[in-house]
């Protein structure tokens, strides 16, 4: 079975140097909207010069588990741990594996418990699942018809299997109504599946101080009656838990998080930092040691071995990827010329002037962004990973999972060297059929897990969507080529060997819509997907036009398209916005109050959430969107029973180094008047939905002043319609 390759394109020198006139042009955008990404040759002669210091370029790569990687398999993994956890706290047999074996058939318990969470719809909004309790499941004449057309198997043998594995759990799982009740942290414990079932290996121990401290209450009093989890070996006390127990039990216990699971997933970091020349030795390595009668050199070889090793269980193989490298330093930022680098191979004469001229193509990824049909040359700010390009080191089956770029924008790859990168694509118009049909395989996983798609940690393989109908594409890429993602284009694939390829995101005008879309779908989902403020951009393209000076024959023209585009999206938002607030004047006695706190103070008068608020943004503690017009502070009374603890994000080395572009979110106490408080912003929509706003308290906060906003729109519209006519 194979998958059709996207076209390949070979643009002229001219239309080279025009890169995003070129790929948004009619012809070539219907491709891109057809396939998704499309593959693109430089013209003859194109050839930048690596130009990374290689002495110096070191980094840390992820460790993958191929097998953890497939969503089923990772999905039975869970649960097998979960009803694990579940057997031991309550007296019974605990599982071997994560299925039985029933008349020779296999049976995972969590096909099983998919197949009966499918059958009900979840009730009401939020994150719960629908009730399987045994009252409701064994009465049920139609789920058990379609376990037994799904199994294929007897319903009295089902109906055993059930009584006997999973009734209990079950009817737990049907007590605890919803995720967000009863986890106290999405990403605690860890992974199920990265525990070490109570033993605390070596470099983990100590590493979180606040390991002492009662899980829910927060205090480290009354060793007597605190229990450790038998899973993730953090302490509880007896009387915090819920409900609480009334002595300590003699034999194994595990807490709701591990019985429940949280579903979250992380690769782990590898304990060895490279240089390429010692990872180009660990990728051969692995070759030597799994290949022992050669590698294959056919792609299509190695690709059908991935999706085996991906697919199927029984192998424990890891890879190594050098993945969202984001390194500061001189020669370490991109492998494509910039003046502030000049390997010493390059630094005299023809050579010389031959790297130089590199420095300011357009396709150099260091330029891209900027380049002035790029939105994103209109953000004051660099966004790593966005604006300025990661770099990527493979080794042979290390991976990139299923995901789309932050705020759907495009993405340039350019391998600079190495094997072939195998990509697979779906373009937009099957972008919500993916998400609905991979929600589908694993709906309990989404509930806990919202944003997984965005985290890049899992795999369908794309044979499987092809036959679910879900429309694939594929491509191989090679040294000296280009993939351009489209808009809202998922993507995936894996490296088949030791290679170094760059990336970066950039927009074109007709990407707007998608970004006015992603804005919208990340509000909806309270993803953290958004790393610059939309509306914000489009008001300093407004600005910008408004500026720019029409007689000057020598000014470029403005892309008309792209103010017209901007004009329609505000005048949009800035009427949502009027109704909003005048919502929370009538509905709240809260008076508006000018927030121009970050810009008229020094640092040293800046409250802890100032300074938050200056250094992530001001973005909604509940739907994570960026608060441009306005927002509210809200004080919120701790009380002990709260069962929340202070979050620091966790961070790999290279995070904390040079800050990492996606923002965790962090809850801080703030001690004030002898009371304590927990601050956060809200939006003015998931503020009105709030059931206990602090009137009294709370502050209301406009950030852009809606009449200015208005103007601007209203006199940018005056100087474009004075141009069209
Ligand atoms: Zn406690
Ligand atoms: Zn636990
Ligand atoms: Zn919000």
Redesign the pocket.
Known sequence: MTLQQVPTLHPTEEQFDNPIGYLASPEIRRLGDRYGFVKVVPPEGFKPPLSINEHRFRFVPRLQNLKELNLINRCRMFFHKQLANFSKTHGLGVPASDHASICGKKVHFYDFFIECVKFYQPQGEGRKLPDISSSRLLHDEKVWLCLTAKFKLQRSLLMDFYEENLLQYFNFLANKPEFSATLIEEQYPTSLLQDTNGAVSEDEEGEDEGDE???????S??PEN?LLCDSCNK???R??LSPPLSKIPKNSWCCDNCIIGNGYYGFKDSTVEYSLEDFKDLSDDFDKHHFPSGKPQDIDQLEREFWELVNNTDNNVKTNYGADIHKLLQGQVSGFPTKDYIPSRYRSGELRKKYNEYVERPMNLNNLPFNKESLLSYLDIDISGMTIPWIYVGSTFSTFCWHVEDQYTLSANYQHFGATKKWYGIPSHHAEKFESYVKSLAPDLFAKQPDILHQLITLVSPFTLDQAGIDCYTANQQPGEYIITYPRVYHAGFNAGYNFNEAVNFTMTSWLDYGVMASKNYRCSGMKGSVFDLWELMMTVLEKFEESDDDDEDDDDFDLELVQKCLDSMKVKLEDEYAIQATILDSLDIKPQRYNALAAKHSYELTEQEKKEREDGISCIKCKGFCTFAFVRHYEPYTASKSYIPVTPQASPQDTEEGDKRRCSKRIRVKSDAETFKISVYCLEDYLRLQHPNVSRDEFFIAHDLEDAKALVQSAEKKLSSLLS
């Not at 401290?213 to 205090?219: A, M, W």
């Open positions: 401290n009662c899980l829910v209450c927060g205090k009093s009354d605190t302490p509880f006390h009387y915090c």
